[in-house]
């Protein structure tokens, strides 16, 4: 039985028996696996704090005929904050829910692990809004994955006026006025938001958060990241929708 220390974020846990669990791991080197925690729910057990939900931490783990042991694991980065948060909770619970839909098993995918360590951390210790952090790792994760939009120009003729872009789902990037009729049902855009597009898309993985907008351009923002995603990953995701009765 050989075993294989890597870090990694806890995407879901499931409790078996009186005190076990069965974790599911986005790891840095074996992409999402699933181990079995003896224990791990004992009170004094050493693996409680590391094998809970959004919990990033270095874990050794066994090779069973079946799944993955877990012998042990030291926490980093609990993101306690996110757990006692209800808002904070949801908008990482629907970033989540993207991650364990893409991320493959046994299949390495350090660009995606940095992102969502990123945002974790961004709505966890930080007061940058929950709804820009998740526009901004809808956006970058699909660049990540191959899907990433034409917004450095207008895609039929190159033109770079930022005040005069439409995003075109059809065409996958922004058309300008002179262009439109290339797709005459684009979401017309503000400079705000084409700009803020072309920033997430663009910008240094480590900077791609470093900007505000104002809620109007987030609308936009989400108008564009929510059927973008939608018709790149085949899929709605709806958890967010929990958050609208907050309010009403």
């Known amino acids: 039985m050989s075993y294989i220390k890597t870090k990694g974020v806890i995407l879901k846990e499931i409790n078996v028996g009186e005190a076990d669990k ?104 930080t007061e940058k809004a929950p709804e820009q952090i998740a526009r901004v790792f809808e956006i970058r994760l699909l660049s990540i994955l191959g899907y990433a939009p034409s917004v450095r120009g207008c895609i039929k003729c190159g033109s770079e006026d930022f005040t005069d872009f439409s995003f075109s789902f059809r065409k996958c990037g922004f058309l300008c006025k002179q262009c439109i009729e290339d797709d005459r049902y684009a979401l017309s855009l503000s400079e705000g938001a084409a700009r803020a597009i072309h920033y997430i898309v663009h910008s240094n993985i480590k900077s791609v958060f470093n900007f505000d907008v104002s809620n109007k351009v ?31």
């Open 218 to 248: 987030l609308r936009e923002l989400e108008k564009v990241s929510k059927r973008y995603l939608k018709d790149r990953l085949d899929r709605e995701y709806n958890k967010l929708e929990f958050l609208k009765t907050l309010n009403s």
């Open 22 to 125: 069965i974790v599911t791991i986005f790891s840095k080197n074996k992409g999402k696996i699933s181990g079995s925690a003896k224990g791990a729910r004992r009170p004094k057990s050493s693996l409680v704090a590391g094998t809970q939900l959004f919990c990033y931490s270095e874990f050794v783990l066994f090779k069973g005929k079946d799944m993955y042991s877990l012998n042990s694991c030291d926490v980093i980065e609990p993101f306690y904050e996110i757990r006692n948060d209800l808002v904070k909770l949801t908008y990482a619970a629907h970033i989540n829910e993207i991650i364990t839909d893409i991320v493959q098993e046994e299949q390495p995918s350090a660009r995606v692990l940095q992102l969502f360590l990123n945002s974790l951390y961004m709505l966890s210790k």
